[in-house]
C-alpha cells in the first residue's frame, strides 16, 4: 500500500493550509489513518489520528486550530491546519494501517513520503 501526501508549502504566522493523502494498492480496508510530524532535530510526533468509527486523537499543541478528516471512498485523510504557528514548521507524514490483499489477506503499516510545512514571516 503506497500513501501520496500534498498540500505543504510556505505560510505566514495566523495561515492555513491543507493537507491530503491518498492511499492506493492493494487495500481491503483502510482501519486508522494519521498525520505525524518531525520538526529539525526532534522526534516525530503523531499531531492527529482518525480510525473508522472513533473520535480523532489530537496532539495536545493542536488542538482547536487543526482538524483531521478522511473521505473513505476516495482513501484519503486530510488535516486542515488553522492559525498556523512558527513552532509547527515541520515535515509532515502520512500514516495508515488496515489490511491488504497482495500477496496475501495480511495487516498493513504505511507511511507517505513527507511533506514540508514552513510557517513563517
Known amino acids: 500500500v503506497q500513501l501520496q501526501a500534498s498540500g505543504g508549502g510556505l505560510v505566514q504566522p495566523g495561515g492555513s493550509l491543507t493537507l491530503s493523502c491518498a492511499a492506493s494498492g492493494s487495500i481491503f480496508s483502510l482501519d486508522g489513518m494519521a498525520w505525524y510530524r518531525q520538526a529539525p532535530g526532534k522526534e516525530r510526533e503523531l499531531v492527529a489520528r482518525?480510525?473508522?468509527?472513533?473520535?480523532?486523537i489530537y496532539a495536545e499543541s493542536v488542538k482547536g486550530r487543526f482538524a483531521i478528516s478522511r473521505d473513505n471512498a476516495k482513501k484519503t485523510v486530510y488535516l486542515q491546519m488553522n492559525m498556523l504557528e512558527p513552532e509547527d514548521t515541520a515535515v509532515y507524514y502520512c500514516n495508515a494501517d488496515g489490511m491488504e490483499t497482495t500477496p496475501m489477506l495480511r495487516p498493513f503499516l504505511s507511511w507517505g513520503q513527507g511533506t514540508q510545512v514552513t510557517v513563517s514571516s
Open positions: 482518525l480510525i473508522s468509527g472513533s473520535s480523532p
